[in-house]
């Protein structure tokens, strides 16, 4: 039987500026696939900037009807910045348009804890995923995140992974978010049938935010 569909667990977590709140785990970059109908999954990760900020995530996505949708908190310490905490609600769509060929979008508002108003941006990205294969998989986001006390800001990038062996994925991703630019290269291993680690550096090319370290990990929820 599957599992009932709930969407009220998440951790606090934070929102500095230079890290964001992104979907499909802590890739910034996210694929154009969503859970299949009545699974859920939570996902956690951590990381640690230059400067010495730590983050900690965790949030919950479940299928509902033709969408999935997920809420997630963020809390971020350090660096000379005291803390911080955000929290974020999404909805993401896709769809197979060809075969190999998936589009869809996401779309995030963010709030932060603790001051007055406490919207603090809508980010929205459309998303496309080919796979050539099936040890392939190529990823494109364009979006923008829409700021209520500051400008708009793009945000876009293009992903690939790789699984040259059973339960190993290999991912490099190149990005912009926060008016940074950025090149993150990664490691997935499926530790078991409902859970998985992940572990990345993002290196800073250009732009104000931090290069920084981050570790996650994927639980499937579904108990059949």
């Not at 209520?148 to 876009?156: D, E, K, M, Q, V």
């Not at 490691?187 to 250009?206: E, I, M, P, Y």
């Not at 931090?210 to 059949?224: A, K, Q």
Request: charged letters at 20%; one cysteine or more; aromatic letters at 10%.
């Amino acid at each position: 039987m599957k599992k009932p569909i709930a969407i009220a667990l998440a951790l606090p977590a934070l929102l500095f500026a230079g890290h964001a709140l992104a979907a499909g785990g802590h890739h910034s970059v996210d694929d154009a696939n969503i859970l299949p109908r009545g699974e859920c999954e939570q996902e956690t990760w951590f990381s640690r900037e230059q400067g010495n900020t730590r983050a900690l995530h965790a949030g919950v996505n479940c299928r509902v009807g033709p969408v999935e949708l997920g809420l997630a908190g963020e809390h971020a310490r350090g660096g000379g910045e005291g803390s911080a905490t955000a929290w974020n609600v999404e909805v993401k769509w896709a769809r197979e348009v060809a075969e190999g060929l998936n589009i869809g979008f996401d779309l995030q508002p963010v709030w932060q804890a603790h001051q007055r108003p406490r919207f603090e941006a809508t980010r929205f990205a459309a998303l496309a995923t080919w796979v050539p294969h099936a040890a392939w998989g190529v990823h494109l986001n364009i979006g923008r995140d829409f700021v209520r006390s500051g400008p708009n800001l793009a945000r876009y990038g293009v992903g690939v992974d790789w699984a040259p062996i059973n339960r190993w994925t290999l991912t490099a991703e190149r990005f912009l978010e926060e008016r940074t630019h950025f090149l993150r290269a990664g490691v997935r291993w499926a530790g078991g049938q409902l859970w998985t680690l992940d572990f990345s550096r993002a290196q800073r090319l250009s732009g104000p935010a931090p290069s920084n370290w981050t570790i996650g990990v994927t639980f499937d929820l579904d108990d059949d």
